[in-house]
């Protein structure tokens, strides 16, 4: 059984372009989790979906940020006209389920670097 | 709003020696902890999760505990090793409906040979 898979593990956009972030879940899961870790920082919760609905975007900025998970295929994370500080980590998570047994599984990581 | 804190940021150690890493959290509400280990540029290995009701969990040379009372749980690490060096990372779940972890800042841990 595959674990958590994102890609691409590294991707590099000038100020302005558009970044797309995937995340493949482990088989069978359908509770997808974002998170984000800045330079010297702990990782911050952004957004959490389940498939074809976001439960929980408290975390994601208002503005640029997106994120779903359609029916088919991966979640995708979507920040539009990049800016410096948008460089950092992001790393999914996913789950069997919502309930808080379930443990969350982390992916790799896509480390985003804006020029 | 729930904020968690380990101490130290990092600790350099020789091989051999038992340590003892922290983490303390704001509010008790929890419902599991879990602890992570980071090595640069990977993603995060889950090493312990302890639900709230628990007490401790072991795992090989690993051992955490939680007081939930007092918003405290410890990593200890028996006879380190140059392979344990990364940077650990401590995480509480919410109580309250909430799926996301709260992470704290990690310590990062150097195993000297």
């Known amino acids: 059984n595959a674990g958590v898979m994102q890609n691409p593990r590294h991707l590099v956009r000038r100020r302005g372009q558009e970044a797309r972030l995937r995340c493949s879940p482990m088989?069978?899961?359908?509770?997808v989790y974002w998170y984000r870790q800045l330079p010297e920082e702990g990782l911050k919760f952004m957004v959490y979906?389940?498939?074809?609905?976001?439960?929980?975007e408290s975390g994601m900025p208002k503005e640029r940020f997106s994120a779903e998970f359609p029916k088919e295929g991966p979640s995708i994370l979507r920040i539009q006209q990049v800016v410096r500080g948008d460089s950092a980590a992001y790393f999914c998570a996913s789950s069997l389920s919502g309930d808080l047994y379930n443990e969350q599984f982390f992916g790799p990581g896509t480390r985003l670097t804006v020029l | 709003k729930q904020e968690v804190t380990q101490i130290p940021a990092a600790l350099s150690v020789p091989e051999g020696e038992n340590l003892v890493l922290n983490c303390s959290f704001t509010?008790?509400?929890?419902?599991?902890l879990q602890w992570f280990r980071q090595d640069p540029g990977k993603g995060l290995t889950s090493l312990l999760l302890i639900q709230s009701s628990q007490r401790e969990q072991t795992s090989g040379r690993l051992n955490a505990s939680l007081d939930k009372s007092s918003g405290r749980s410890t990593l200890y690490i028996a006879a380190s090793q140059p392979g344990d060096s990364a940077t650990y990372l401590c995480?509480?779940?919410?109580?309250?409906?909430?799926?996301?972890?709260?992470f704290g800042k990690g310590t990062k841990l150097t195993v000297n040979p």
């Open positions: 995480a509480v779940r919410l109580r309250g409906g909430s799926e996301k972890l709260v």
């Open positions: 088989k069978g899961h359908s509770h």
């Open positions: 979906l389940q498939k074809e609905n976001i439960i929980d």
């Open positions: 509010d008790s509400a929890i419902y599991n």
